[in-house]
C-alpha cells in the first residue's frame, strides 16, 4: 500500500490532515490494556481529532468521561472476537454499550454458521443488534472476519449484512491469523451498495495505507499507529503533498 504510486486514469486532489483523522478508529481493544492506557489513548484521540475511539465494553463509560466535549464518538465491540456468543447476549451487550455512551458497534457476525451455510441464522443475528442500535441512532459495523472465508463468502457476508440493516462491513478484528487486504477491501467496496460502508481493520499502520485503501472508497479503518500516522499526515499537509482521489477509482481501472 503505498500512496506515491498514482492509479492511472485517477484525477488526484488535495485533502487535509483532518480528513485522514475522520477515517479514524482508535482501536483500544487489547486484552492487556490497562485503564491508564485507555485513558492516554483517549488523549491521543482528542488531540489528532480521530471520528472515534473503540473500546472494550467495560471501558465505554471512561472513554466518554474523557472525550466528554471533544468531539471524538465512543465506539465499542459486541460478539468479540469470535462472533459466537448468543444473539441474546449480543443484543445485551449491545444495549448496555449504547447506555453507556457507545454511538457506534463492531459486531463479529458468527463465523461458524457463517461457514456452515447457515446463512438465515447469520442475518437474523446481525439484524438483532442492529435493530437495537438503530432505535437509539447508533451505527453497526459487522466483522466478517475475512481470514476464514472464500470469496464467495465474503461477497455473501457483505450481501447478509446490507439486508440486515448494517452501516458499515468491516474486514477483520485483527485478532484472527490475517487482517486487511487491498483484494478484500475491493471485493466488499464491490459487493455492497453505496448504503453501506466499507471498514478496514488490521494492517493499516501507515499514511501510505491509510491514503490507498481512501483510494478505493474505505470510509474508515482501525488503528493503533494513530500517532504516527496523523503526524506524517500534518507534515504532508504542511509540506502540501498531502494526495487523495477526487472520486472512488473503483471501476474501470480494476
Keep these: 500500500m503505498n500512496d506515491k504510486q498514482p492509479i492511472k486514469g485517477v484525477i488526484y486532489s488535495m485533502i487535509r490532515a483532518r480528513d485522514i483523522a475522520q477515517m479514524i478508529d482508535h482501536s483500544m481493544v487489547r486484552p492487556e490494556l490497562t485503564?491508564?492506557?485507555?485513558?492516554?489513548g483517549c488523549r491521543i484521540a482528542k488531540k489528532y481529532g480521530t471520528i472515534t475511539v473503540s473500546v472494550r465494553p467495560s471501558d465505554v463509560k471512561i472513554a466518554?468521561?474523557?472525550?466528554?466535549?471533544?468531539?471524538v464518538k465512543v465506539g465499542s465491540i459486541v460478539g468479540f472476537p469470535h462472533g459466537s456468543s448468543t444473539t441474546e447476549t449480543k443484543v445485551f451487550e449491545a444495549r448496555q454499550a449504547i447506555s453507556e455512551g457507545a454511538v457506534e458497534l463492531d459486531m463479529v457476525l458468527n463465523i461458524g454458521r457463517l461457514l456452515s451455510g447457515d446463512f438465515d441464522y447469520v442475518e437474523r443475528d446481525i439484524r438483532a443488534v442492529v435493530e437495537v442500535a438503530h432505535e437509539k441512532k447508533a451505527l453497526v459495523k459487522v466483522i466478517l472476519e475475512n481470514c476464514f472465508l472464500s470469496e464467495a463468502l465474503k461477497e455473501m457476508a457483505c450481501q447478509i449484512c446490507e439486508r440486515a440493516g448494517a452501516d458499515f462491513v468491516k474486514t477483520s478484528t485483527a485478532f484472527g491469523p490475517g487482517g486487511a487486504t487491498m483484494d478484500d477491501l475491493l471485493l466488499m467496496r464491490k459487493a455492497c451498495s453505496s448504503k453501506v460502508q466499507v471498514k478496514a481493520a488490521g494492517g493499516v499502520r501507515t499514511l501510505g495505507a491509510a491514503i490507498a485503501v481512501r483510494r478505493i472508497g474505505v470510509a474508515r479503518f482501525g488503528a493503533t499507529a494513530t500517532a504516527r500516522i496523523m503526524e506524517d499526515a500534518i507534515q504532508r499537509e504542511k509540506e502540501g503533498t498531502l494526495e487523495a482521489t477526487k472520486d472512488s477509482p473503483l471501476g474501470s481501472e480494476y
Design 64 to 71: 466518554v468521561e474523557e472525550l466528554q466535549g471533544s468531539g
Design 35 to 40: 485503564t491508564d492506557q485507555i485513558r492516554e
